[in-house]
């Protein structure tokens, strides 16, 4: 027999005047904790994703050309349904067409498209531009804050091992589709992002990604591993109005006269240690992200294209920004 291990909050062992704990004591305790609250996320969290989904695509303008002549094309308000579902259950075009056809009622569709046209569709110029104008319609949902930003990259391809699994020096070398984000710390968001071959440095993508970040954000504070302790990644985010609390060299060395933003982060991770690692140790944060999308939304991408394989990572950072907002809105309720 296997031994089960159970948890208990330590707020369960507060006591304010109680000599004993019983059991129902326990059971009241735990419904009021954040173990029960996730509980209650975990059972909600299928349909409020979908009704956030449904919500989004109608208020979205597609601005879709129609023809006057010919065979009617498919709607894009359907596309986009079938192309998030498809993220949100981890299937194929053709299991998504099926799981299409389970929801028809749900989503108003008038027509479920074939398989091979979300296929043929997901390749193209035209949605790279729809789910780049969706981005940025989704991130400007949420109310103007300050914001502690995490940058960061990971890859994507359809080989079995994920990027974290693989060998440093052969992922330059292999055919990943590279994603540079800026993560809200506390929201788990990404604002903004790019997407290059694995070949090219994260250093190189960090002005971009930061000059794409939205209005209703200002930044307090850059977080980023030694990568970004370049000079050019240093003022881009002193710029922006971020204090950069980058990753140091090794070998870095104290300057009682700083003259760069370097060393002026070099002193300050000198004279305060500990407050350095625990405000760096944040950065962490862009990492659980781009791990919460791969746990729900698949590491793996099945297209072929360059054009197929890139709208994926589409899908996918945008299916984890609904995600995020529904969990807010979730907490915000409960």
Not at 250 to 261: D, G, K, L, Q, S
Request: proline letters at 4%; aromatic letters at 12%.
């Amino acid at each position: 027999m296997i031994p089960a291990e159970l948890r208990i909050p330590e707020e369960v062992f507060s006591f304010s005047g109680q000599t004993t704990v019983d059991t129902w004591s326990l059971k009241d305790e735990i419904a009021l904790s954040a173990l029960a609250r996730y509980s209650n996320w975990l059972v909600e969290e299928l349909h409020l994703c979908m009704q956030r989904i449904r919500d989004l695509v109608d208020s979205f303008p597609f601005w879709q050309h129609r023809r006057r002549t010919g065979r009617p094309p498919a709607k894009e308000r359907d596309l986009m349904i079938g192309f998030l579902l498809r993220q949100l259950f981890d299937s194929t075009f053709r299991r998504t067409q099926a799981i299409m056809e389970c929801f028809r009622d749900y989503f108003r569709l008038n027509r479920v498209p074939h398989h091979t046209v979300l296929s043929r569709k997901n390749r193209s110029r035209r949605w790279s531009i729809i789910w780049k104008r969706f981005h940025e319609f989704v991130r400007e949902l949420l109310p103007k804050r300050k914001a502690i930003i995490a940058t960061d990259a990971t890859g994507y391809s359809g080989r079995k091992r994920g990027w974290k699994e693989t060998p440093y020096a052969i992922r330059a070398n292999q055919d990943w589709v590279k994603l540079h984000a800026a993560i809200e710390v506390d929201r788990f968001v990404v604002l903004s992002y790019s997407m290059t071959k694995s070949n090219v440095h994260d250093s190189q993508l960090f002005e971009t990604v930061w000059n794409d970040l939205p209005e209703n954000v200002v930044p307090l504070r850059s977080l980023a591993d030694s990568a970004y302790n370049g000079k050019k990644c240093l003022q881009v985010a002193k710029e922006h109005g971020a204090t950069s609390i980058h990753g140091i060299k090794m070998n870095a060395v104290y300057r009682h006269r700083p003259e760069t933003e370097y060393q002026r982060m070099v002193n300050f991770a000198t004279h305060w240690p500990n407050r350095y690692k625990k405000m760096c140790g944040m950065r962490n944060h862009a990492e659980t992200a781009f791990g919460m999308i791969q746990s729900s939304f698949g590491y793996r991408i099945r297209c072929r294209t360059k054009k197929g394989r890139k709208n994926e990572v589409h899908a996918k950072v945008s299916s984890h920004n609904i995600r995020m907002l529904t969990l807010m809105s979730f907490q915000m309720e409960y």
